[in-house]
């Protein structure tokens, strides 16, 4: 292996690293994206009103079920605050 595949290798393996830090905790909704962090992050509301109604809802736990593979599961805190999203395949 030369250098210049090395370089482009390594490259392209920090940039998927980094795609995927930036979507961790975060779901998109059509147009939107739904992220977990922050203090006054999106609530129950605000993820029904860009999500819609989840396909499975327990509790605080909501899962929206995208394709065949695809399942993201959305936290709840108590308050109705976004506790942590998960995307499953």
Not at 68 to 85: C, L, T
Request: include cysteine; aromatic fraction near 8%; hydrophobic fraction near 40%.
């Amino acid at each position: 292996m030369n250098i210049k595949t090395l370089l482009v290798t390594l490259i392209a393996g920090f940039s998927m690293l980094m795609f995927q830090s930036v979507y961790a905790g975060s779901i998109k909704c059509g147009q939107h994206i739904i992220s977990d962090g922050g203090r006054t992050g999106p609530g129950t509301y605000e993820v029904l009103k860009r999500c819609g109604e989840p396909t499975f809802r327990q509790g605080n736990t909501w899962v929206y079920v995208r394709g065949e593979k695809m399942r993201a599961i959305v936290v709840f805190k108590d308050n109705g605050e976004i506790a942590s999203i998960n995307e499953v395949r």
